[in-house]
């Protein structure tokens, strides 16, 4: 298998003594590709720069989403390790597995870029706990199904599952306050949830898709700014586990904060229909077709 393949694939980057993936092994299972495309982007610690967070801002993201996720994962029988590389001037995160230890990797690089604000980066964060705990569809191997939730798959969960639970804990009502709101975003939220709490936190995930959008737009020199008023109308025929465009990673983040499905609703390792929505049965919220096949048998 050539490099190009493995990386496509999102292969293992390293397996010890044989192909067998247990929790008993030693196998160090990293996901190829990082949250954002590769890039050679540096933002280091100093580095006079207008927007990103600090790195307390930083680390009560990481120390927030450790503590909400904490029960979960141990009741999976894993644990979590979050790197905080604050110093680490490297745009990106990423994901990986080693044994039963379910590893983030967040740079201080990615946080104080221009376009991340809080939402953002807590979006991030919540991408990669999704590779491990997104459900289906998994990351499709020559050795069959992996464990990590595919790139749409832990993009859906980010907003449909993690940052609903996230943002339970803050006053959204005085956050929102002011801010200029993206219409189309609010006239789907208010359409969507009649609980104003509800509401309020499908808007506050907006800043956050909107955040992650535009890094996605600089890092990638697009000229066509993402919004929520242009969604990508490709349709796959084949379910795309590697980054999606810009528009259609947007349009996923917009399906995930306006599906009905509580945040309580477990998602499924085989079935991407539990604890999500689905077409035809929900007319919203289901997720998109510029990356999503649905399976057909």
């Known amino acids: ?12 980057l390293a397996i010890v003594a044989t192909l067998g993936f247990t929790h008993h092994s030693h196998e160090h299972n990293e996901l190829c590709a ?10 280091p610690v100093g580095l006079f720069n207008v927007g990103g967070i600090s790195e307390e801002q930083f680390n009560d993201v990481l120390t927030r989403l450790e ?34 230890t379910q590893i983030l990797n967040m740079y201080g690089g990615l946080a104080r870029h221009p376009a991340t604000n809080i939402e953002g980066f807590a979006l991030v964060a919540c991408h990669e706990l999704g590779h491990h705990n997104g459900g289906a569809p998994k990351i499709r191997s020559m050795w069959g199904n992996a464990w990590a939730t595919n790139e749409g798959g832990s993009d859906y969960f980010a907003t449909m599952k993690c940052l609903r639970r996230f943002f339970a804990e ?45 890094l996605f737009q600089d890092l990638r020199k697009e000229q066509t700014p993402p919004n929520f008023g242009t969604p990508d109308k490709s349709v796959v025929s084949k379910t795309n586990d590697n980054h999606p465009a810009t528009q259609c990673r947007l349009d996923t ?10 945040e309580s609703e477990a998602v499924s390792d085989t079935d991407y229909k539990e604890g999500s929505c689905y077409a035809p049965r929900d007319a919203a919220g289901f997720r998109p077709r510029c990356w999503f096949a649905p399976p057909t048998n």
């Open 34 to 43: 990082g949250f954002v495309p590769e890039n050679d982007m540096k933002i």
């Open 253 to 262: 983040y917009f399906a995930g904060m306006i599906c009905v499905a509580k």
């Open 67 to 100: 503590r909400l996720y904490k029960e979960d994962i141990e009741r999976k029988g894993d644990r979590l390790k979050i790197n905080r590389l604050w110093n680490d001037p490297t745009v990106n995160a990423s994901a990986q597995r080693s044994g039963n």
């Open 170 to 214: 803050d006053d959204n009502a005085a956050i929102l306050k002011d801010l200029d709101l993206d219409p189309v975003a609010d006239a789907a939220c208010e359409a969507q949830f009649p609980d104003e709490q509800d509401r309020l936190i499908c808007l506050r995930t907006s800043l956050a898709g909107q955040s992650v959008a535009n």
């Open 1 to 12: 298998m050539t490099k190009s393949v493995i990386t496509r694939a999102c292969a293992v």
